[in-house]
């Protein structure tokens, strides 16, 4: 079949919904498909059978480089006429839809909790009237209402939030969570336990708590300063693993918390550093299905999270907490149960890995074309 897949940038480097479009993309082009790019910036594949169609809109201001890429994109689909079209996003003519970042008005609602109690009115008011946030909703009230394609969600979170929102059928609503490098990311690496430790300063005896993020205020940052706060009489370390700036850093100085706070920077060897430590904490405030949950359950680690996490669902009694988001009362009290009473012998979750979530993807393409088709000659 002809397949093409529209995402604003295609590149490996990149996390999220760019890693997951490469990946996908070239497990299908594997399995014999031919693969159209539409993107504004792309990385030209070694794989034939991926040809990239760069397209290009207007760039700033950004709202404006949003709705002529979703224009654009729509215009390019119908030109290449492929057999089938798949939005990641900031589109709004597709036959599958995979909203690999949930659904943007949950987002939005959720996501307006990192502001302070006295000015979440007024910055709900403004993202209401932003250009930016009007587009994109704009573009998803379309999807819904007028497109109504097939949809792959990535959590349960994800897909109750688009039926809630939207009333959309569950039947055409697909649960398809993100598989993981099963290999790259298990308990078996706490053979690397002594290495790691050394290398970041930790003793043997340390109670480590490690927290992984890009956008650390969307991950909760603040709210687990506030948290590490309320809990000064416990010796515990918290290692802060992402790209480091004088401002988190300075954040935790000023909070007293100078000692407690270790700044690893970004790493590359993550399936080495979860078994190193104790607990994942992951205060966000939003996240369709956060990947490094996976990852630490995957390694054997317990985690506390949010209920705005759709990866909550893995969640536990006997691997982790689910609290809720924006509650640094909640975050410490759940930190210090698992201080003073640590939730040992996980059982490391067994997540699927990318080409059995692929190949689940791909049935779902092909039974959406046989109906297609059976629709047509009835």
């Given at each position: ?47 034939p059978r991926i040809q990239v169609h760069t397209i290009h809109p207007i ?224 205060p966000t405030f939003y996240d369709a299905c956060s990947l490094v949950v ?66 689940r993807i791909e049935q779902i393409i092909l039974e959406y074309i046989k ?8």
């Amino acid at each position: 079949m002809k397949i093409s897949i529209g995402i604003e940038k295609y590149n490996s480097s990149h996390g999220g919904a760019e890693k997951y479009c490469w990946d996908l993309s070239h497990y299908l082009a594997e399995k014999g498909h031919q693969i159209d790019i539409i993107c504004l910036k792309g990385v030209q594949p070694s794989n034939p059978r991926i040809q990239v169609h760069t397209i290009h809109p207007i760039k700033f201001p950004q709202f404006v480089r949003h709705a002529m890429y979703s224009l654009l994109h729509c215009y390019k689909a119908r030109q290449l006429r492929d057999d089938l079209s798949i939005g990641l996003g900031n589109t709004f003519s597709m036959d599958l839809y995979q909203p690999h970042g949930g659904a943007h008005c949950a987002w939005a609602e959720k996501e307006i909790l990192k502001y302070p109690k006295g000015m979440r009115k007024i910055m709900r008011l403004i993202r209401s009237i932003a250009p930016k946030n009007a587009v994109q909703r704009l573009l998803e009230i379309w999807s819904f209402r007028v497109t109504k394609p097939e949809v792959i969600a990535i959590s349960k979170m994800v897909k109750y939030d688009i039926m809630h929102w939207f009333d959309y059928p569950e039947e055409r609503i697909h649960l398809v969570p993100n598989g993981i490098d099963t290999q790259r990311f298990s308990p078996r690496n706490i053979s690397y336990r002594t290495e790691i430790r050394k290398k970041y300063g930790l003793s043997d005896d340390d109670f480590v708590f490690i927290f992984v993020a890009t956008n650390f205020r969307l991950k909760g940052y603040d709210v687990l300063l506030d948290a590490c706060a309320k809990l000064k009489d416990l010796p515990f370390k918290i290692l802060v693993v992402g790209p480091e700036s004088t401002w988190i850093i300075m954040k935790a100085t000023l909070m007293g918390l100078k000692h407690t706070f270790i700044f690893g920077g970004k790493i590359n060897d993550l399936e080495r550093v979860y078994p190193a430590c104790d607990c994942l904490v992951h205060p966000t405030f939003y996240d369709a299905c956060s990947l490094v949950v996976l990852e630490a359950l995957s390694s054997g680690l317990p985690v506390i999270t949010t209920s705005s996490n759709g990866a909550s669902m893995y969640i536990t009694n006997e691997n982790g907490y689910v609290i809720a988001p924006g509650d640094p009362q909640s975050l410490a009290h759940a930190m210090r149960k698992e201080y003073e009473h640590p939730i040992t012998n996980v059982k490391a979750l067994t997540f699927q890995d990318d080409h059995v979530v692929f190949d689940r993807i791909e049935q779902i393409i092909l039974e959406y074309i046989k109906k297609r088709k059976d629709m047509v000659c009835s």
